[in-house]
């Protein structure tokens, strides 16, 4: 009896032990999985794609300061905007261009990125470097993206060197409304109005935008467009990975 009850207890030993050594190992995986997925975007492989006006879509590389004069790019930006040469003036914000800017820029991009909108992506090739003044923000730095299929592939919203591979469902009204109701606790008025189109498991890519060339604030509801990236684990749970806006009022700094 003694040595039947021994080798239950080992049997039993043995099990708890396999059973540590499982949830260890799961739970390493899934560490080491959560820092690869944050990890496409901490390398600064992701930009984000905005309508600027009716013909200049572009990806923003940078974001510079008002008060950066003092780094190199912001030295740049401040001796080219003396004497800009005006690239498009059709939007909220005037976009100009610069060759001396445009060679240090394509220093530091790609000539190809994979353009995701919210129905597809394509690969497409770098247009022009332009740089614009959007008030208090500052700078922004941009390439152009010229003839995106925006009826094969919707909107445009985010750009990588690096192909992301985003599943597109036909809805995220369920997503859309935990995110809405983890910033929103107390039921107040939504000022969100987050549109989510992908996804990569856990991580959710969405965006506010109605996708409206402005010449003033007032024409468009959305006067800050915005790029986010979310991490959705449970109701209790939500991060943002990755966000980028762009200010297209472009107030004055005090």
Same mark, same amino acid.
């Given at each position: 009896?003694? &040595?039947?009850?021994c080798?239950?207890?080992?049997? /039993?030993l043995?099990?708890? @032990?396999?059973n540590? *050594?499982?949830?260890?190992?799961?739970? *390493?995986a899934?560490?080491?999985?959560?820092? =690869?997925?944050i990890g496409?975007? %901490? &390398?600064?492989?992701?930009?984000?794609? #905005?309508?600027?006006?009716?013909?200049t879509?572009?990806?923003?590389?940078?974001?510079?300061?008002? %008060?950066?004069?003092?780094t190199?790019?912001?030295?740049?930006?401040?001796?080219?905007?003396?004497? +800009?040469?005006y690239?498009? +003036?059709?939007?909220? @914000?005037?976009?100009?261009?610069? *060759?001396?800017?445009e060679?240090?820029?394509k220093?530091?991009? *790609? %000539?190809?990125?994979?353009?995701?909108g +919210?129905?597809g992506?394509?690969?497409? $090739?770098? /247009?022009?470097?332009?740089?614009?003044?959007?008030?208090?923000?500052?700078?922004?730095?941009?390439?152009?993206i010229?003839?995106?299929? +925006?009826?094969?592939?919707? $909107?445009?919203?985010?750009?990588?060197?690096?192909?992301?591979k985003?599943n597109?469902?036909?809805? #995220?009204?369920?997503i859309? &409304?935990?995110i809405?109701?983890?910033? !929103?606790?107390?039921g107040?008025?939504?000022?969100?109005?987050e549109k989510v189109?992908? $996804?990569? /498991?856990?991580?959710?890519?969405?965006?506010?935008?109605?996708?409206?060339? @402005?010449k003033?604030?007032?024409?468009?509801? #959305?006067v800050?467009?915005?790029?986010?990236?979310?991490?959705v684990? !449970?109701?209790?749970?939500? =991060?943002?990975i990755?966000?980028?806006?762009? %200010?297209?009022? /472009?107030?004055?700094?005090?």
């Amino acid at each position: 009896m003694k &040595k039947v009850l021994c080798l239950f207890l080992i049997l /039993g030993l043995i099990s708890c @032990v396999r059973n540590v *050594k499982s949830e260890v190992k799961g739970g *390493k995986a899934e560490e080491k999985k959560k820092h =690869e997925d944050i990890g496409l975007f %901490d &390398k600064g492989d992701i930009f984000p794609v #905005y309508t600027l006006s009716k013909k200049t879509t572009a990806a923003i590389v940078v974001e510079v300061a008002w %008060d950066s004069q003092q780094t190199n790019l912001g030295k740049i930006l401040e001796d080219v905007s003396k004497k +800009t040469q005006y690239f498009d +003036t059709l939007g909220a @914000v005037k976009l100009s261009k610069s *060759k001396l800017l445009e060679t240090e820029i394509k220093k530091i991009i *790609k %000539d190809k990125y994979y353009v995701y909108g +919210t129905r597809g992506f394509s690969e497409m $090739n770098v /247009g022009e470097v332009i740089f614009g003044w959007v008030g208090c923000e500052g700078y922004i730095v941009a390439f152009t993206i010229r003839d995106f299929d +925006t009826i094969k592939n919707g $909107n445009p919203i985010f750009c990588s060197s690096k192909l992301l591979k985003l599943n597109y469902e036909k809805k #995220y009204s369920r997503i859309e &409304k935990k995110i809405n109701k983890f910033y !929103n606790p107390d039921g107040a008025a939504n000022n969100l109005n987050e549109k989510v189109f992908a $996804n990569i /498991g856990s991580m959710y890519f969405s965006y506010r935008d109605d996708f409206q060339w @402005v010449k003033r604030p007032d024409e468009s509801q #959305y006067v800050i467009r915005e790029r986010v990236i979310y991490r959705v684990e !449970n109701d209790n749970y939500i =991060e943002r990975i990755w966000q980028d806006y762009i %200010d297209m009022y /472009g107030m004055n700094c005090d």
